[in-house]
């Protein structure tokens, strides 16, 4: 008889544990879905259907907001749950402008993966590109990448002229010869090697180039199983990739085209350790600076106020 009390009494509390849990998971889930420059999480974890099998139950949609912007933009008006590939400096902007962020983790890390390329031969190094024109996207890690490259060199951007483009305009203006100089990332800078260009300084020893995944602190608060299991899955992903290489890179080549002498290329670049380190928190720091030094951002905030705890 007692046995039979206590199976029903364990048998009730799996029930509303079970309830409880299914009441913390939202009816739709938003996750962001952008794989450039050479995101392979984020395309295994679409191959395999990994956020499907982790969120039973959730209707779930992948929007692909490959801008900052509107991603925090999405964030903030609840019509996703996770930026799972965010952009620091987009990041840190909205956070600035008043929007409830927090960065529950790391998606990439890629200085490597992130370059000024030239065409002319005779543009040998960051000194020369003093009053010549470099296209690329402002307000993002690449512009932060150039501001360091030229500091470097006792420069400043007032020393170049600077030209607002998208990745694929600023590379059509280097091969047209619009611009002398461009800022590209991922298979727009392999294309533009492979079609005769040249690096000129990539982002080793200037800026990480940090990549993270965000939510609100608001939704992280009403979810808090979310934002959890997504993370859990993320790390699994990752430990998959590490196991599946080949399957992860003949995945990238199918999804982004690129040949795969050029996956094989760029797969070493990327750094997809999800744990925020300390390193990564002073690399916001330093962003947060260039944000502020370039007029880009108003107000300064805390970054450690950022970082889930």
Not at 158 to 167: A, G, I, R, S
């Amino acid at each position: 008889m007692k046995k039979k009390i206590f199976a029903s009494l364990v048998l009730a509390f799996l029930m509303s544990a079970a309830g409880a849990f299914a009441s913390e998971m939202p009816a739709k889930l938003g996750i962001t879905y952008v794989k450039a420059p050479l995101n392979v999480p984020s395309i295994v974890e679409k191959y395999n259907k990994v956020f499907e099998g982790a969120f039973p139950g959730v209707e779930l949609s992948f929007p692909e907001l490959t801008e900052g912007p509107k991603q925090t933009a999405a964030l903030a008006a609840d019509e996703i749950g996770i930026a799972s590939c965010l952009g620091s400096t987009s990041a840190i902007l909205a956070a600035s402008e008043g929007l409830d962020l927090k960065i529950v983790g790391i998606y990439s890390r890629a200085p490597k993966a992130f370059m000024i390329v030239v065409k002319n031969a005779d543009i040998k190094s960051v000194k020369d590109l003093k009053g010549k024109r470099v296209a690329g996207p402002k307000g993002t890690i690449l512009h932060q990448l150039l501001a360091a490259a030229l500091a470097k060199e006792g420069m400043t951007m007032k020393d170049v002229e600077f030209v607002h483009m998208d990745l694929a305009s600023g590379a059509n203006a280097l091969a047209n010869g619009g611009v002398e100089a461009a800022l590209l990332a991922g298979p727009a800078a392999y294309k533009a090697l492979s079609g005769g260009s040249k690096m000129l300084k990539n982002g080793e020893g200037l800026v990480d180039a940090t990549i993270v995944i965000a939510t609100t602190e608001k939704y992280m608060k009403k979810y808090p199983n979310v934002i959890s299991t997504f993370m859990n899955s993320h790390k699994k992903t990752i430990a998959w990739i590490a196991k599946n290489e080949k399957k992860a890179k003949e995945m990238t080549q199918t999804e982004t085209g690129l040949p795969m002498d050029g996956v094989e290329k760029m797969f070493p670049w990327y750094d997809f350790s999800p744990e925020i380190r300390k390193s990564d928190i002073a690399e916001l720091a330093r962003t947060q600076k260039f944000m502020i030094e370039n007029g880009l951002q108003r107000r300064e905030i805390d970054i450690n106020s950022l970082i889930k705890k």
